[in-house]
């Protein structure tokens, strides 16, 4: 399964990469140059069992001025985790702009999608967090425009504590797998 990380620079999605990867979490910030890739392999559970998924995880750079290499990485992809910082407002309003993004270059239009709220750890230390409630109602909304037939979850995750990591990209496997079944 081809995956994508998705967002604006800064929010966390080399780090949650990182993580899922079992790294340990790296408090600087290392921009990503037009897009870095990794793989790993996995299992998750299905109405069928356990089925073994190997991902490739694409983490796309999120800077304005990498729009136009990046169109080249969503090629192929079966679906995308959409990550934003809970701290920052601005991330959060710009997630419709990546799911455009997405299914417009990725040969195959709607698919399925994560949304992750990053950075929950930081929750206490800022003024005006997006709120769980106000990430639901986008995911609610995001799931009726797009009329897709699997389910959009919202995580609330961290990569520096490890919250909800590796259940996004596994909710994300089993909602990429609910559809192609259900495609054929």
């Not at 969503?74 to 601005?90: A, E």
């Not at 490890?162 to 495609?183: C, H, K, M, P, Y």
Request: glycine share 8%; charged share 25%; aromatic share 10%.
């Amino acid at each position: 399964m081809k995956v994508c990380l998705l967002g604006d620079g800064a929010v966390g999605k080399t780090a949650l990469r990182e993580r899922y990867l079992g790294k340990q979490f790296s408090s600087g910030y290392v921009m990503t140059i037009g897009a870095d890739f990794a793989v790993k392999k996995t299992r998750i559970s299905t109405e069928e069992g356990e089925k073994d998924v190997k991902f490739q995880i694409w983490d796309l750079a999120g800077q304005p001025r990498f729009n136009s290499v990046r169109e080249l990485y969503y090629k192929g992809s079966h679906g995308g985790l959409l990550v934003f910082d809970i701290t920052r407002r601005d991330s959060f309003t710009n997630l419709d702009s990546w799911v455009e993004e997405l299914y417009k270059n990725s040969g195959r239009g709607p698919m399925p999608v994560a949304v992750l709220g990053n950075k929950v750890d930081l929750r206490d230390q800022a003024e005006d967090y997006v709120t769980e409630a106000e990430a639901l109602e986008f995911t609610d909304n995001l799931q009726t425009r797009i009329q897709i037939n699997c389910e959009i979850p919202y995580l609330e995750t961290s990569a520096k504590t490890g919250v909800n990591v590796d259940q996004s990209f596994t909710r994300l496997a089993q909602s990429i797998r609910e559809f192609l079944v259900q495609s054929k």
